[in-house]
């Protein structure tokens, strides 16, 4: 059974980087046919996607966060990273990990972690 | 860019009703890209429908979808105590706002 399993700060300071790790389980990353999503739920509100980054390595990223996004894969770790840089109180969110079935649909989620933007 | 809407917002509902949810492109997508989710509070989104009609693995065959081009419904066909919360269409990097499934 796959699992995924995000980490990192959960409170990020105002213009700095947002950095979280989703870490999988129980498959490959590098299987073919997938790619690997970072999701956002600000509190109370609906879902919003940040990005994929493709088993080939290729990305696609929200264009209203492009500017601002990075998601980069360690193969050897298993693993998966986000980076969002110049952070407002507006970020503040729950970032889920997700895998997808190639850019369709997402078949398993991490349970996600609450980040929020403060000084 | 594609967007999703979703009506209604809120569906005041008792267990054994019918539920029809309600989810529209703002241009014809392919069947096969359009998918539906069910959140309950503090959990991760669940997937219940991809390609429009395919019911995911696990999911309870009182979960149906259906449609096509701009149009696309999730049916309940009698809810369960389980089965309030919110749900979300999807159609690649969009989510519709949500539909809300609450008790009556």
């Known amino acids: 059974q796959l699992q995924l399993q995000e980490s990192g700060s959960g409170l990020v300071k105002p213009s700095q980087t947002l950095s979280l790790t989703c870490a999988v389980s129980g498959g490959s990353i590098s299987s073919g046919g997938y790619s690997w999503s970072w999701i956002r739920q600000p509190p109370g509100k609906g879902l919003e996607w940040i990005g994929y980054i493709y088993h080939s390595g290729s990305t696609y990223y929200n264009p209203s966060l492009k500017s601002r996004v990075t998601i980069s894969v360690d193969r050897s770790k298993n693993q998966f990273s986000l980076k969002l840089s110049s952070v407002t109180a507006a970020d503040t969110a729950v970032y889920y990990c997700?895998?997808?079935?190639?850019?369709?649909?997402?078949?398993?989620w991490g349970q996600g972690t609450l980040v929020t933007v403060s000084s | 860019e594609i967007v999703l809407t979703q009506s209604p917002g809120t569906l005041s509902l008792s267990p054994g009703e019918r539920a029809t949810l309600s989810c529209r492109a703002s241009q014809s997508v392919s069947s096969s890209y359009l998918a539906w989710y069910q959140q309950k509070p503090g959990q991760a989104p669940r997937l219940l429908i991809y390609g429009a009609s395919s019911r995911a693995t696990g999911i309870p065959d009182r979960f149906s979808g259906s449609g096509s081009g701009t149009d696309f419904t999730l049916t309940i066909s009698r809810l369960e105590p389980e089965d309030f919360a919110v749900y979300y269409c999807q159609q690649y990097g969009s989510f519709g706002p949500g539909t809300k499934v609450d008790i009556k």
């Open positions: 997700a895998r997808a079935y190639d850019f369709w649909f997402f078949d398993y």
